[in-house]
């Protein structure tokens, strides 16, 4: 295996090894975002320094195709091309979600941790976990019947969190109560639940 060959090779892998490291996160977005500051920076940052790499693998093998005609760089260019392709569709539809309207958003305050509900017109919501130590949000898919609003994900604080809150919702007057019995009833006198901030939205409902 000559040279030119050997470049090719390491540079196939390391962009799929890069578009991976940089997609995997973008598309696990979009059912959950850690929300802390700092591991928000720092995410943030190998995320463009991943990108700032590909876009030197780019280069160079624009430059190799063109001045030096070794198409074998296409392979390289192509996996990074595909990875900034996917990269922007994800970015497209992600700000597409969250530019849709709040038709609702009920909030629970427990001092030292928080948890919010919003339910967007296109039939998508937003649940965020909330400490002073920063939290967690998660995305997923809503319909409504009557005054129950049901979630898509079975468990929407995740699966450690199963036991806080289930994927049915009841709107209550001015509350959504978020924890059932054993008997699948809720309590309106519960503690733990959602006051409705949004009331001319949820009223539109």
């Not at 720092?42 to 160079?60: D, E, P, Q, R, Y």
């Not at 209550?172 to 006198?189: A, C, H, P, T, W």
Request: net charge positive.
């Amino acid at each position: 295996m000559n040279q030119s060959k050997i470049i090719i090779t390491i540079l196939t892998i390391l962009a799929l090894v890069f578009s991976y490291s940089i997609l995997d996160p973008e598309i696990k977005a979009f059912e959950r975002t850690e929300e802390d500051v700092i591991v928000g920076v720092l995410s943030m940052l190998g995320n463009w320094f991943l990108k700032l790499l590909l876009i030197g693998i780019t280069v160079f093998s624009v430059i190799q195709i063109i001045r030096n005609r070794k198409f074998g760089f296409f392979f390289p260019l192509s996996i990074s091309i595909m990875c900034f392709v996917i990269s922007t569709l994800i970015w497209y539809k992600f700000e597409t979600r969250e530019s849709s309207p709040v038709i609702l958003k009920a909030h629970y305050d427990g001092d030292i941790n928080g948890l919010t509900l919003f339910l967007r017109a296109n039939k998508t919501y937003k649940l965020e976990n909330f400490s002073f130590l920063g939290g967690t949000c998660y995305y997923g898919e809503y319909i409504i019947k009557s005054d129950t609003i049901i979630l898509s994900e079975k468990y929407p604080l995740g699966i450690d969190n199963r036991d806080n809150i289930g994927n049915k919702l009841l709107k209550v007057k001015e509350f959504i109560l978020i924890k059932q019995d054993s008997n699948g009833r809720y309590d309106e006198n519960e503690y733990f639940k959602l006051r409705i901030i949004n009331k001319k939205s949820a009223e539109t409902q």
